[in-house]
């Protein structure tokens, strides 16, 4: 399913272990009279990599919020890991559970971590949380997390403020990871940061999955980073999806006139903004 | 088509040698460093770097709109003015000529205030245009950027108007005063991709046709390549290369160019690895003295690379602030190698932030 250049050969998962880790199927989400997400299904297997590629108000956040259990769905199943997770979690052990099936990363490091709390201490809780283990192990797993994201000694005792945007998201990273969730939603994860950092970013998140096997959902306006780091895209359009495919296979061929479009609607050499509208008269969807 | 910059001569813009320093907590910092660029009548120059290169401040300095208490040498002409001396009615006037583009449209409108008041505001209160023939003149500018009902559109509030409607009705009413020059600092960041074809359009179009001049500032390489004669890079408050924008990506001539080219990853084809650049992008005031300021990130330094500050060369029609430019005509650029190099992170933890 990956792309033909793709060098790396996911980890092979625990045999028995093959099912989708990630099962969504006719997903519905209103909010009033509106229709945010409308029957969106796709399945995720262990070590995948998934993109929902659409633009602003097309229900793409609103699918990772439903799947995280920050929005409850008006109709639809998700299955996580063969556990149903379209209703609230019922007990805090069911919470942690949950926790440790599907984590994910924002946008913004700076508003999602505590600014009082340094990466270490960030880390430790949550292993805190999901295991009763002894200091000594605790450490050595923070230090195994960091180590893992890259991030040096000194940032590890940093709070977030003393850290740069790029080093601030490391940290978000191997927090979603002490968890040790079988899937990692990257909503935007990548989007605010310099080209130089992004491509560091992106690398390292490849490394993490080869090493883990832990599965991506990767939410993004981004084509580039799409087909950088996914083998599967689903193109949402106004709560609908409109295309569904291997990424290097919608991206070289879009067959609807949407994917087109946004395909065509990404600055290269010899790109003219013009094109783009031309090219959407043509294939009738102004 | 067009050559490297060209000192004095016909410019319309012409920055040369601007340092700016801002106090920060009692010090004062560099956030320019002997920043040079010209801008001839109707030419668009890209204004590419990473965060704290100096892009949004060059263009705050050429539009007077730096904050209180910075210290700038250098200067900045427009159409031969030297733009440090203009105040009160001169001032307003230069304001006029040339007229700023910001990325966030509802940072720079008044939410409580009709989009007409906006549009209107210059032309009534600087200009002394009547109400009357001001609303009309407003009317048919937003016709001009493709938005028909415009006389509803005025009645109107921010709120009401989508992210690319209200980049629409900025560029319209950056263009109602009559500029000679449009300073845009990411006018499309923040829209949709669809959308910032759209407006990008839209704004090249206008731009063309009453033949302005535009400094464009952005992230994006490509964006800037497809939209600028030529693109200037900056890194750490210099300008490192300025390049005719149709040889930006296949003949760069300094090697932070072709290493933020190389980093991107491509929509054609997933790369075995990103070739990311070591480290992180270093501020202005962060740059070492007397060395060059990318060379603790380059492939390419040698040590008099950190031992000596380079200057500007012109070199085959553009400029490059790179001792070893020359050495390396025909090295940088081109097709991406498809290995790391040797000596280039191979893991996380070499590729970490500085």
Not at chain 1, 21 to 39: I, N, P, Q, S, Y
């Amino acid at each position: 399913m990956r792309d033909a250049a793709a060098p790396a050969t996911p980890a092979v998962p625990p045999a028995g272990d093959r099912a989708a880790v990630l099962e969504v199927t006719g997903l519905r989400k209103e909010f009033g009279e509106l229709v945010a997400v409308d029957g969106v299904s796709f399945s995720l297997p262990p070590a995948g990599s998934l993109a929902i590629v659409g633009e602003s108000g097309s229900g793409k956040t609103t699918i990772a919020r439903m799947i995280v259990g920050l929005e409850r769905p008006t109709a639809g199943a998700i299955t996580a890991c063969g556990a149903d997770r379209s209703r609230p979690a019922r007990s805090a052990a069911d919470r942690r559970r949950r926790g440790r099936e599907v984590q994910i990363v924002f946008q913004d490091p700076y508003t999602s971590l505590d600014p009082r709390q340094t990466a270490e201490e960030t880390l430790a809780e949550v292993i805190r949380l999901h295991h009763r283990w002894p200091p000594a192990r605790r450490r050595e797993r923070v230090a195994e997390l960091t180590g893992m994201v890259g991030l040096d000694a000194r940032q590890a005792r940093s709070v977030p403020r003393a850290l740069s945007g790029g080093q601030r998201q490391r940290v978000a990273i191997a927090r979603a990871l002490a968890a040790e969730p079988r899937v990692l939603i990257l909503d935007e994860s990548v989007a605010a940061l310099d080209v130089s950092i992004q491509a560091q970013v992106l690398n390292l998140l490849a490394d993490i999955r080869d090493r883990t096997g832990v599965s991506y959902i990767l939410i993004s306006h981004d084509l580039a980073v799409v087909r950088q780091l996914t083998d599967e895209v689903i193109v949402m359009r106004r709560g609908k999806v409109v295309e569904q495919g291997p990424t290097g296979q919608v991206l070289d061929h879009p067959c609807h006139p949407y994917t087109q479009r946004l395909r065509a609607s990404v600055p290269r050499p010899g790109w003219k903004p013009q094109m783009v509208a031309a090219a959407a008269g043509e294939a009738g969807s102004g | 088509m067009t050559g490297p910059a060209a000192a004095g001569t016909g410019a319309l813009l012409e920055v040369s040698g601007v340092t700016v320093r801002l106090a920060v907590e009692g010090a004062r910092r560099p956030v320019l460093r002997e920043v040079s660029l010209d801008i001839r009548p109707g030419e668009a120059v890209g204004l590419v770097g990473e965060s704290g290169s100096g892009k949004s401040m060059t263009a705050r300095a050429v539009g007077r709109l730096l904050p209180r208490g910075a210290e700038v040498t250098g200067t900045i002409r427009f159409a031969g003015r030297d733009v440090a001396g203009l105040s009160g009615a001169e001032l307003r006037g230069y304001r006029g000529q040339v007229a700023m583009i910001f990325q966030d449209p509802r940072a720079h409108t008044n939410p409580v205030r009709r989009i007409g008041d906006f549009l209107t505001e210059a032309l009534r209160t600087n200009q002394g245009v009547p109400a009357r023939e001001a609303t009309q003149r407003a009317v048919d500018m937003l016709a001009q950027v493709g938005i028909e009902d415009g006389a509803r559109r005025l009645r109107q509030y921010p709120h009401q108007l989508s992210g690319g409607l209200l980049q629409r009705v900025m560029i319209a009413a950056a263009l109602l005063t009559g500029p000679r020059l449009l300073l845009a600092d990411e006018p499309t960041t923040a829209l949709d991709v669809t959308t910032q074809a759209e407006v990008m359009a839209i704004l090249d179009d206008l731009r063309r046709r009453l033949g302005l001049g535009m400094l464009f500032i952005t992230h994006d390489l490509e964006l800037a390549a497809a939209i600028c004669d030529r693109t200037a890079v900056m890194y750490a408050g210099q300008i490192v290369e300025i390049r005719e924008s149709a040889l930006l990506h296949s003949d760069p001539l300094h090697p932070y160019t072709a290493a933020l080219a190389a980093a991107r990853p491509d929509i054609a084809r997933t790369a075995p690895r990103l070739r990311a650049i070591p480290g992180r992008p270093l501020s202005a005031f962060e740059a070492p003295e007397g060395a060059c300021s990318f060379a603790p990130r380059c492939a390419h330094a040698e040590d008099r690379c950190r031992a000596t500050a380079p200057g500007i060369i012109e070199l085959d029609g553009g400029l490059s602030r790179c001792l070893r430019a020359r050495d390396l005509r025909g090295q940088l650029g081109g097709e991406p190698e498809h290995e790391a190099r040797p000596g280039q992170p191979a893991g996380p933890l070499e590729a970490a932030d500085a």
